[in-house]
Every structure is written in structure tokens, then in C-alpha cells.
């Protein structure tokens, strides 16, 4: 398998919240917590550092889809500010929380790929 597609199979299944190694078992054993032995390969998948990527494309995402709705509704609307934050506020919170896992499962699948584990980054 060459390097490019190993990548890409580790992202698509990190997204589906799947575990790299094998796509069948769930990588997380609670919300953000990966499992330390995935229940179909055994593979750990706590061993993979995401540190702070998850948070930071989830919110250049979010970011991305939401600013031109709020610039257009701005414009068109001229709402109250009340009701800017009324709308943006919770819309941002739960797109941001619910993309949040995905994004973390992507990084993982990314590192498992390119066999970055947290005891090789722990020299830095
Ligand atoms: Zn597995």
C-alpha cells in the first residue's frame, strides 16, 4: 500500500470514528476517549497524540461554513444583535462539539498512518 493511500485509509476511517488499523471497531470508548484496545483488532489507539489539531480544524471548519451565512444574514437581515448571538452562539457550540470526535478520529487515523505515536513525539 503506498504511502498517500495509507493516509487516506487512516483519515476516512479515523472520520467514520472507526479504528485505523482495522475500520470495523469503534475507536472511542467515550466521547473523545480512544480505546486502548480496539474490540476487534486489539490495535491500542490510545498510543496516537492529537493534541490540540481536533479543536483547531474543527473550528477553521465551523469557521468556514458558518461566517458566510452570518456576513449574508447580516446584510439581508440587519437583525438585532441580540439576535445575532441568539442564533450564532448556540449554532457555533453545537457544531463545534458535534464535529469535534470526527476531527479527532481524522488525526488519529492520520497518525497511525505515518506511525507517529506519542512515545516518538515525546522527545521533541
Ligand atoms: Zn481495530
Known amino acids: ?5 495509507k493516509v ?3 483519515v476516512k476511517r479515523g472520520l467514520s470514528r472507526h479504528c485505523p488499523n482495522c475500520g470495523e471497531g469503534k475507536l472511542f470508548s467515550a466521547f473523545l476517549t480512544p480505546r486502548s484496545r480496539c ?6 489507539n490510545s498510543i496516537y497524540p492529537s493534541d490540540d489539531a481536533p479543536p483547531y480544524l474543527t473550528l477553521v471548519l465551523v469557521g468556514h461554513v458558518i461566517l458566510p451565512f ?3 444574514a447580516d446584510r439581508a437581515f ?3 444583535m441580540w439576535v445575532q ?15 469535534l470526535p470526527f ?8 497518525a497511525w498512518a505515518n506511525g507517529v505515536t506519542r512515545n516518538s ?4
Open 121 to 124: 513525539v515525546a522527545g521533541r
Open 85 to 99: 448571538f441568539a442564533i450564532w452562539l448556540p449554532l457555533v457550540a453545537a457544531m463545534t462539539v458535534g464535529l
Open 78 to 80: 440587519e437583525p438585532e
Open 39 to 44: 474490540e476487534v483488532c486489539g490495535q491500542d
Open 8 to 10: 487516506w485509509l487512516g
Open 103 to 110: 476531527m479527532k478520529g481524522a488525526v488519529i487515523g492520520f
Open 1 to 5: 500500500m503506498s504511502g498517500e493511500s
Open 70 to 72: 452570518m456576513f449574508w
